[in-house]
């Protein structure tokens, strides 16, 4: 759920308040050096789709490894 939808608003709210969370712990918590980021998938998730669930973990990989300058708060995988 990149984007709100009125189609889904449970999902959209849902969404907002991890995105409205990640911002709160990085504010709080991010000058100490812990990185707070968040994945968005756009896609209903499913092994040997553009939705695989080895693809979406290189993000969270990714954002583990990012060196602090670096850091990224959100990824949106919409598909490969």
């Known amino acids: 759920m990149p984007q709100p939808k009125a189609a889904y608003v449970s999902l959209s709210l849902g969404k907002a308040g991890v995105r409205t969370l990640v911002s709160l712990l990085d504010q709080e918590y991010g000058a100490a050096g812990v990185h707070v980021a968040g994945v ?41």
């Not at 756009?42 to 993000?59: C, M, Q, S």
């Open 40 to 80: 968005t998938v756009a896609g209903a998730v499913a092994p040997g789709t553009a939705f695989d669930p080895d693809d979406i973990a290189e993000h969270y990989w990714r954002l583990h490894t990012q060196p602090r300058e670096q850091w990224e708060h959100e990824v949106v995988h919409e598909g490969s």
